[in-house]
């Protein structure tokens, strides 16, 4: 069921779809297009935004005389440098992971990493239950600097070209959704993945980083809907936080 989050901006009607309840992350979201109307057009056909991991844009719809505008995504599931999409809930999710990610492990500058931008992949790694993720120094514009590696690699650093592959960050989504969590994190970050959970998580100089695990946030969820049936009843509850809402990983 599709979620609909809707406000005004310079007298125009925004909407912005999703099939899960972020409430947080479409809120901020919207915000900031808010914010970035009182600098330039943002209902120009050629405006886009680079919002944390993902791009969006306005698309102008006409229901009979009414004009509004519809958030759009790149559609990272298929080709996001060809296709858009008005379900906004994958880039949401991942917004959320990052922010959980970077709030809990108190990482005051995070490191910007766009969907386009590249990681170094070790194929042998895309479907071994236990990697890593290793970010360096970026090499050119572009380049992410993270690279995607088997855990206890007997041959780490003697791989030939044809070992590995470089794709875009988005692709994560189709072999380790989890990984996309870390992304923002600083130079020198590893992290550590069985399967699609993450296991350990340290900054540069090894020292280990928190970070919320998956029991974490189901026992946030279950808080929430808790809270939501007792206001539902006549009581009162919290509004969600990030951790809350990233559920559907």
Do not use: C
């Given at each position: ?6 406000t ?18 479409a809120?901020?979201?919207?915000r ?19 919002y ?36 906004c ?80 960050t ?68 919290d ?11």
């Open positions: 069921m599709m979620i609909t989050f809707e005004e901006i310079n007298n125009k009607k925004v909407k912005l779809y999703t099939n899960a309840r972020l409430q947080n992350a809120t901020a979201l919207l900031t297009f808010n914010q970035l109307s009182q600098q330039t057009n943002i209902f120009s056909p050629n405006f886009a935004l680079n944390g991991w993902a791009r969006y844009y306005l698309s102008k719809r006409q229901d009979k005389n009414f004009v509004y505008y519809v958030v759009q995504t790149a559609d990272y599931k298929n080709d996001p440098f060809k296709l858009r999409t008005d379900d809930t994958d880039p949401l999710i991942v917004q959320n992971m990052q922010v959980d990610t970077n709030m809990k492990a108190n990482v005051e500058q995070p490191e910007p990493t766009l969907y386009s931008d590249t990681l170094l992949v070790l194929k042998e790694a895309i479907n071994a239950p236990d990697v890593y993720m290793n970010r360096s120094e970026k090499t050119k514009n572009g380049d992410s600097g993270w690279y995607f590696g088997l855990l206890n690699d007997e041959n780490e650093g003697k791989h030939e070209p044809d070992e590995l592959m470089t794709v875009p988005y692709e994560l989504m189709k072999f380790r959704g989890e990984a996309l969590r870390v992304l923002q994190m600083p130079v020198g970050t590893l992290a550590v993945f069985h399967d699609n959970l993450m296991t350990a998580l340290v900054d540069k100089d090894d020292n280990p980083l928190e970070f919320t695990t998956a029991d974490d946030r189901r026992r946030a969820i279950a808080q929430r809907a808790a809270a939501e049936a007792a206001q539902q009843s006549g009581g009162e509850s509004s969600p936080t990030a951790a809350d809402e990233t559920a559907g990983e």
